[in-house]
């Protein structure tokens, strides 16, 4: 089944899976380059596989669910997902080489009889699922660049309540590089601000519950993980129209910022906006973005029992997922520490005294997994300021 020269079996998680021979595939600098490769394997997106696993088994526990995973790969998501918790499902992918391989792992794993192969382009799948009354319990939406393609095609076929997992590389437009494609792509006018990763995020669940929201279906962001070059949110569908109109309506806005100070708040109206900088100046305006939490405490939390607690989960998984346990609990964004410092004019003081000190005056204060340079509180901008000026008088 493995053909030596050009192929490898390596183990990701609880699964094996032949993959091509990695060493084929490196760059100057040594990484891997998976796009080189006849199917795609990326071994830095592991921790995107074991939240993956981990999510479900929090959401599912031990119950049978259908799920489909819609842009496979080498099927080492859909595999995973079938060893780690109770998945039953369909793993597909366009590229009929990519086909092969997912043949041949689910083989190779002894899951013939929990997963089925298709070669097929993913809208059609999905849309025809709609049609045979199969009920899909988690869809998983993997691509290259933007998730946009798939997500109509991904809600039509999930059961009253569901989940779905999105994946989104195209960081560029999402972090306001190309302003005109933000526009197009997710229907949101943007400016680089210094949470840059956190609005990338923001904007991508916008755009993915208003799409939602137009099929009827109330979409809510449970989980998010942001890694190098990749955003994933994991969010809860439910078949809902009153509930999605809510949703929209509360948790639907505008960002205003202020790009001299970094003073900054979401707003639901910018006709109702009454705000001023502190230098005096008008606030810039962005969206439509997401301004409600961006985590589920509960299932956040639940998540990373159960990655602390399974010890095939990587360590670099279990690193950033201890970050993140402590930021999704301040629904605030979180702040450049650096260029904070540079606004006031001050020396930056380390991240953890900063937190230490936060704390300490009764604050919640976290790093966030998404910039080592960030800090997550619900202090006000003029406690934070007036913190940080007195921290460097003191020093
Ligand atoms: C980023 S890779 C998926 C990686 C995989 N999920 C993993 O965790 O390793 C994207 C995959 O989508 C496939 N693909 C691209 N366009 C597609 C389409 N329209 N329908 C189905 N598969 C598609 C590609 O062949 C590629 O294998």
Excluded at 71 to 94: C, F, H, M, Q, W
Excluded at 177 to 192: G, I
Aim: some cysteine; proline content about 5%.
């Amino acid at each position: 089944m493995v053909n030596t020269q050009y192929e490898e079996v390596l183990n990701e998680g609880l699964a094996k899976i032949i993959v091509p021979r990695l060493e084929r595939y490196k760059r100057p600098d040594g990484s891997i380059e998976p796009a080189w490769m006849p199917v795609f394997y990326n071994p830095q997106a592991v921790i995107s596989r074991d939240f993956t696993t981990m999510f479900l088994k929090t959401i599912f526990k031990n119950k049978e669910f259908f799920f489909v995973d819609a842009l496979a790969g080498t099927g080492i998501r859909g595999i995973r997902i079938a060893l780690e918790s109770s998945g039953k499902g369909i793993l597909n992918d366009v590229d009929p080489r990519a086909y092969n391989y997912i043949v041949k792992n689910i083989l190779l794993n002894n899951l013939a009889e929990r997963l089925e192969a298709y070669n097929s382009e993913a809208n059609t799948l999905l849309n025809n699922l709609v049609f045979t009354g199969v009920l899909v319990d988690y869809v998983d939406v993997d691509p290259y660049g933007s998730p946009s393609p798939y997500i109509d095609s991904a809600l039509k076929p999930l059961n009253k309540e569901a989940y779905i997992g999105v994946t989104a590389t195209d960081t560029g437009p999402l972090s306001c590089t190309y302003p005109h494609k933000t526009l197009s792509r997710y229907w949101s006018n943007c400016f680089k601000v210094d949470f840059e990763k956190e609005f990338a995020t923001r904007l991508l669940i916008a755009n993915t519950v208003l799409r939602a929201a137009s099929l009827e279906i109330d979409l809510k962001p449970l989980v998010v993980l942001v890694y190098k070059y990749f955003i994933r949110v994991f969010f809860k569908s439910k078949r809902s129209a009153w509930e999605a109109y809510k949703t929209v309506e509360n948790c639907i806005g505008y960002l205003w910022y202020c790009p001299k100070t970094l003073e900054r708040g979401f707003t639901s109206s910018i006709e109702e906006l009454d705000v001023k900088c502190s230098d005096g100046s008008k606030p810039l305006v962005a969206g439509k973005t997401w301004i409600c939490n961006i985590y589920d405490y509960n299932t956040t939390s639940e998540l990373i029992n159960n990655i602390e607690k399974h010890n095939w989960i990587s360590n670099e998984t279990r690193k950033t997922a201890s970050l993140i346990l402590n930021e999704a609990e301040i629904e605030n964004p979180y702040i450049r520490l650096d260029k904070l410092c540079s606004v006031l004019k001050i020396n930056m003081p380390s991240v953890t005294v900063v937190i230490e000190k936060l704390r300490e005056a009764g604050f919640k204060a976290s790093r966030t997994h998404m910039d080592p340079r960030g800090i997550r509180t619900n202090a006000g901008y003029n406690e934070l300021t007036s913190l940080l000026l007195s921290l460097t008088n003191n020093s």
